[in-house]
């Protein structure tokens, strides 16, 4: 392997170049071979300023996430940038494509920074839970102002060079190659007989308001606290002088490392990426897409056909009469409207997208050259099987057909054609063209490279692409079922819907679970009662109330009226006070006596139900490894991302006690609550969910 940093002098000038691909994250190597550089600038004869530069796609990445939570090694990367800084030669950085995080934070300890005109900067330490803990707190509001450095610790944003330089953080924007520019800049400081210019020495930023700012922070982080952390950093490098500030933010950062919240997003991080990448998938070449054909343009494939022509595709869109397809072409286009108002897009891009790049039929004929095919029609097998036939009869040889469909069976579906090899199950989440996750369900008889092209179909739509078994409901529908029915048993024994809402969000979640099946639509729930009522075992326990109010056609956010009451084009939902009625008159039948329930014991018997069923999912193989069931719930479910996701969240309080739980709520509903198998093994055996992954 190569020096994770290079030494070479051009004349009066040291250029140390980081070399740790694939983004140079400062792992232990990379700061011993930029301390041995600087050590060795200072000692050479005639070298008057060093620049620090990066090889490959990035200045520097960041910290090596990898290495926290190990043993600290030496320096430690405030040391590091200490030292930089303290140096007696002027110190130049160089920047190109990111600087992020620990990369900016050296950065800021050289004595002037350039950067080309199409390089980032940001401190996303806030994503992993964390803060700035090399200086970034303190030395950016040097630099740019409290506000601004809050701004930047707290959102992680990325920021382009033209602000950066606006900000203060870049001296100069140069285009060319980073060291050439890097060493010309330093040849002119040299010149210029320009001073060292350490960061540290800058007055401290004036006060601002760090209360009602450490407030804002926190709501907006919906129980994240590491954004709190950081601007209480940031005030330390106001009030105190900037080495006891910088021992504050150390203290502050240490905290957070210690969190769980930073083990869950960190669990995150390295997982968002892990979920992808299947060993059977290794070498196997995905088909070649180009045209996508979408059958059904009501919510799902509207969004299904926005997403591929946002990511380049041909869209071939089919619904069943004119009518229904202009109704389906009005919604991509006001889905691409959204794209354009928001500058996804500009108006050429928009009027390419709406004209040439897609085309909406009535005539299966139309999809003879789509490469892959995603039905959306109504969710029943009758329809999607006619539909099936007729795929089947029109598609070129070699075209994957895949089913949007959200409970049922693919295995069936495939056998519907003459060619089960090339069926699959592509299970998008609701708006598809702005939800994250994508279920890549592979049916028994799906051929490998079959899998590999939805994962690639994944890739190229930007989404999060999960493995999953078939089964009622996959990984993610499968175990909402379940939560939610434990949600529902909480209100039939006397919690109420907003009660049970309000708990869950304040644990983190993005919506409670009443509040979802009202944007849902809660006819889906009632048709799904109604055709399972037939096979229910006697011992379940399924509330009707909430049937009433659909028998009235009321079904949520659509109809106006749900859990919660609607007014025209407001989001901000009001108590429904038909519901309590209702409830009452459930409880009355079935001779419950209500009780009371502490927000505690809410989330305890949510969360519990939710790691039981996951647990199961896992045990059977329909999710492969716990964190694919982590990912699902994160990026398609709106699961706080700083616990890491349900199994992660289990782990971190502990499996005995999640099973313990379950045990004690099985003594009043033994049906409900039977404890997974797996769950109970990882229990005896004193291992993880983690240790599994
Ligand atoms: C930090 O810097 C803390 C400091 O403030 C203070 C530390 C002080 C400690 C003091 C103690 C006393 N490390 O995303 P990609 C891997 S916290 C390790 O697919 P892209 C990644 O896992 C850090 N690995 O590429 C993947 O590996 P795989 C703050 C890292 O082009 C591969 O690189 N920085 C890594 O789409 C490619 O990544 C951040 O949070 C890292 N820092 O995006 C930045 N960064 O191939 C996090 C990446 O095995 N990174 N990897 O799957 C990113 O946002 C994106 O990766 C980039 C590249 C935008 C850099
Ligand atoms: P929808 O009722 O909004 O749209 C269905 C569309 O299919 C209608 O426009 C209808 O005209 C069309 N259609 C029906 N039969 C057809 C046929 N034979 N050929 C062509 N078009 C036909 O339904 P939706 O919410 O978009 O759901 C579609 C599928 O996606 C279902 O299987 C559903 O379970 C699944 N799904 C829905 C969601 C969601 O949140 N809505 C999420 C994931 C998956």
Same mark, same amino acid.
């Given at each position: 392997?190569?020096?994770?940093?290079?030494?070479?002098?051009?004349?009066?000038?040291?250029?140390?170049? =980081?070399?740790?691909?694939?983004?140079? *994250?400062?792992?232990?190597?990379?700061?011993?071979?930029?301390?041995?550089?600087?050590?060795?600038?200072? &000692?050479?004869?005639?070298?008057?300023?060093?620049?620090? @530069? %990066?090889? %490959?796609? *990035?200045?520097?990445?960041?910290?090596?996430?990898?290495?926290?939570?190990?043993?600290?090694?030496?320096?430690?990367?405030?040391?590091?940038?200490?030292?930089?800084?303290?140096?007696?030669?002027?110190?130049?950085?160089?920047?190109?494509?990111?600087?992020?995080?620990?990369?900016?934070?050296?950065?800021?300890?050289?004595?002037?920074?350039?950067?080309?005109?199409?390089?980032?900067?940001?401190?996303?330490?806030?994503?992993?839970?964390?803060?700035?803990?090399? +200086?970034?707190?303190?030395?950016?509001?040097?630099?740019?102002?409290?506000?601004?450095?809050?701004?930047?610790?707290?959102?992680?944003?990325?920021?382009?060079?033209?602000? $950066?330089?606006?900000?203060?953080?870049?001296?100069?924007?140069?285009?060319?190659?980073?060291?050439?520019?890097?060493?010309?800049?330093?040849?002119?400081?040299?010149?210029?007989?320009?001073?060292?210019?350490?960061?540290?020495?800058?007055?401290?930023?004036?006060?601002?308001?760090?209360?009602?700012?450490?407030?804002?922070?926190?709501?907006?982080?919906?129980?994240?606290?590491?954004?709190?952390?950081?601007?209480?950093?940031?005030?330390? /490098?106001?009030?105190?002088?900037?080495?006891?500030?910088?021992?504050?933010?150390?203290?502050?950062?240490?905290?957070?490392?210690?969190?769980?919240?930073?083990?869950?997003?960190?669990?995150?991080?390295?997982? #968002?990426?892990?979920?992808?990448?299947?060993?059977?998938?290794?070498?196997?070449?995905?088909?070649?897409?180009? &045209?996508?054909?979408?059958?059904?343009?009501?919510?799902?494939?509207?969004? =299904?056909?926005?997403?591929?022509?946002?990511?380049?595709?041909?869209?071939?869109?089919?619904?069943? +009469?004119? $009518?229904?397809?202009?109704?389906?072409?009005?919604?991509?286009?006001?889905?691409?409207?959204?794209?354009?108002?928001?500058?996804?897009?500009?108006?050429?891009?928009?009027? $390419?997208?709406?004209?040439?790049?897609?085309?909406?039929?009535?005539?299966?004929?139309?999809?003879?050259?789509?490469?892959?095919?995603?039905?959306?029609?109504?969710?029943?097998?009758?329809?999607?099987?006619?539909?099936?036939?007729?795929?089947?009869?029109?598609?070129?040889?070699?075209?994957?057909?895949?089913?949007?469909?959200?409970?049922?069976?693919?295995?069936?579906?495939?056998?519907?054609?003459?060619?089960?090899?090339?069926? =699959?199950?592509?299970?998008?989440?609701?708006?598809?063209?702005?939800?994250?996750?994508?279920?890549?369900?592979?049916?028994?008889?799906?051929?490998?490279?079959?899998?590999?092209?939805?994962?690639?179909? %994944?890739?190229?739509?930007?989404?999060?692409? @999960?493995?999953?078994?078939?089964?009622?409901?996959?990984?993610?529908?499968?175990?909402?079922?379940?939560?939610? &029915?434990?949600?529902?048993?909480?209100?039939?024994?006397?919690?109420?819907?907003?009660?049970?809402?309000?708990?869950?969000?304040?644990? %983190?979640?993005?919506?409670?679970?009443?509040?979802?099946?009202?944007?849902?639509?809660?006819?889906?729930?009632?048709?799904?009662?109604?055709?399972?009522?037939?096979?229910?075992?006697?011992?379940?326990?399924?509330?009707?109330?909430?049937?009433?109010?659909?028998?009235?056609?009321?079904?949520?956010?659509?109809?106006?009226?749900?859990?919660?009451?609607?007014?025209?084009?407001?989001?901000?939902?009001?108590?429904?006070?038909?519901?309590?009625?209702?409830? /009452?008159?459930?409880?009355?039948?079935?001779?419950?006596?209500?009780?009371? !329930?502490?927000?505690?014991?809410?989330? &305890?018997?949510?969360?519990?139900?939710?790691?039981?069923? *996951?647990?199961?999912?896992?045990?059977?193989?329909?999710?492969?490894?716990?964190?694919?069931?982590?990912?699902?719930?994160?990026?398609?479910?709106?699961?706080?991302?700083?616990?890491?996701?349900?199994?992660?969240? *289990?782990?971190?309080?502990?499996?005995?006690?999640?099973? #313990?739980? =379950?045990?004690? !709520? $099985?003594?009043?509903?033994?049906?409900?609550?039977?404890?997974?198998?797996?769950?109970?093994?990882?229990?005896?055996?004193?291992?993880?969910?983690?240790?599994?992954?």
């Amino acid at each position: 392997m190569s020096d994770p940093v290079v030494y070479s002098s051009h004349g009066p000038v040291a250029v140390l170049r =980081i070399n740790n691909p694939p983004v140079n *994250a400062l792992s232990v190597a990379v700061r011993q071979g930029l301390e041995e550089g600087m050590t060795r600038a200072e &000692t050479e004869a005639g070298i008057k300023a060093v620049v620090i @530069v %990066g090889e %490959g796609r *990035a200045f520097i990445a960041g910290a090596d996430i990898t290495e926290f939570g190990k043993p600290p090694m030496s320096p430690a990367l405030p040391d590091l940038c200490t030292r930089i800084e303290a140096s007696p030669l002027v110190v130049i950085a160089s920047m190109h494509g990111v600087s992020l995080g620990g990369g900016l934070e050296v950065a800021l300890s050289a004595h002037y920074r350039i950067a080309q005109p199409d390089a980032r900067v940001g401190l996303p330490e806030v994503h992993l839970g964390l803060l700035p803990g090399a +200086g970034g707190t303190q030395r950016l509001p040097r630099l740019a102002g409290a506000e601004k450095a809050i701004d930047l610790c707290t959102t992680g944003r990325q920021v382009g060079a033209e602000e $950066a330089q606006a900000l203060g953080i870049l001296d100069k924007v140069t285009s060319g190659d980073p060291q050439e520019v890097g060493i010309a800049y330093a040849l002119d400081l040299i010149a210029a007989n320009a001073p060292r210019r350490p960061v540290s020495e800058l007055p401290a930023a004036a006060p601002i308001d760090w209360d009602a700012t450490y407030d804002g922070v926190m709501k907006k982080g919906r129980g994240q606290i590491s954004g709190g952390a950081a601007v209480r950093a940031v005030q330390a /490098a106001s009030e105190l002088d900037f080495t006891a500030g910088m021992a504050r933010e150390r203290e502050l950062f240490m905290d957070m490392l210690a969190s769980d919240q930073s083990k869950g997003m960190i669990h995150a991080f390295f997982n #968002e990426r892990a979920v992808s990448s299947l060993p059977e998938l290794k070498g196997i070449a995905p088909r070649p897409l180009q &045209t996508i054909g979408v059958i059904g343009g009501g919510t799902m494939g509207a969004g =299904i056909a926005t997403a591929a022509l946002l990511a380049q595709m041909q869209v071939v869109l089919i619904e069943t +009469g004119e $009518a229904q397809a202009s109704a389906a072409r009005e919604r991509i286009e006001g889905n691409l409207a959204g794209a354009l108002k928001r500058g996804k897009i500009n108006q050429a891009q928009y009027d $390419a997208l709406t004209t040439t790049a897609l085309t909406v039929a009535i005539n299966y004929d139309s999809l003879a050259d789509a490469d892959l095919v995603i039905e959306a029609v109504f969710e029943d097998m009758a329809v999607k099987k006619e539909v099936f036939g007729k795929l089947d009869a029109v598609c070129k040889p070699g075209a994957i057909l895949a089913s949007n469909t959200s409970y049922l069976d693919v295995d069936e579906i495939a056998a519907a054609t003459s060619r089960p090899a090339d069926v =699959i199950g592509l299970h998008f989440f609701s708006p598809a063209h702005v939800m994250k996750l994508l279920e890549v369900v592979v049916a028994d008889k799906a051929a490998v490279d079959v899998v590999a092209t939805g994962f690639a179909l %994944g890739k190229r739509l930007g989404k999060i692409s @999960v493995r999953a078994g078939v089964c009622d409901g996959f990984i993610g529908n499968r175990i909402l079922a379940v939560y939610r &029915t434990a949600a529902d048993h909480m209100v039939l024994d006397g919690a109420t819907p907003y009660q049970i809402d309000r708990a869950l969000t304040d644990f %983190g979640f993005a919506m409670g679970p009443f509040a979802v099946a009202d944007l849902a639509g809660l006819d889906i729930g009632w048709m799904t009662r109604k055709r399972k009522a037939p096979h229910r075992h006697p011992a379940e326990r399924v509330p009707t109330y909430i049937d009433r109010l659909c028998e009235q056609g009321h079904f949520g956010r659509k109809t106006g009226e749900g859990y919660y009451l609607y007014e025209k084009g407001r989001r901000a939902s009001v108590p429904n006070p038909k519901i309590p009625e209702l409830i /009452a008159a459930e409880q009355a039948d079935l001779k419950i006596t209500p009780r009371d !329930f502490t927000d505690q014991e809410i989330v &305890t018997r949510y969360m519990c139900a939710m790691v039981n069923e *996951a647990a199961k999912v896992v045990e059977e193989g329909i999710a492969r490894r716990p964190a694919d069931v982590d990912m699902v719930l994160l990026f398609g479910y709106g699961f706080p991302r700083f616990r890491g996701g349900p199994l992660k969240w *289990a782990d971190l309080q502990g499996l005995d006690t999640v099973l #313990e739980n =379950i045990e004690r !709520f $099985a003594k009043d509903d033994a049906w409900f609550w039977q404890p997974s198998t797996l769950l109970k093994t990882l229990v005896a055996e004193g291992r993880s969910f983690d240790d599994l992954n």
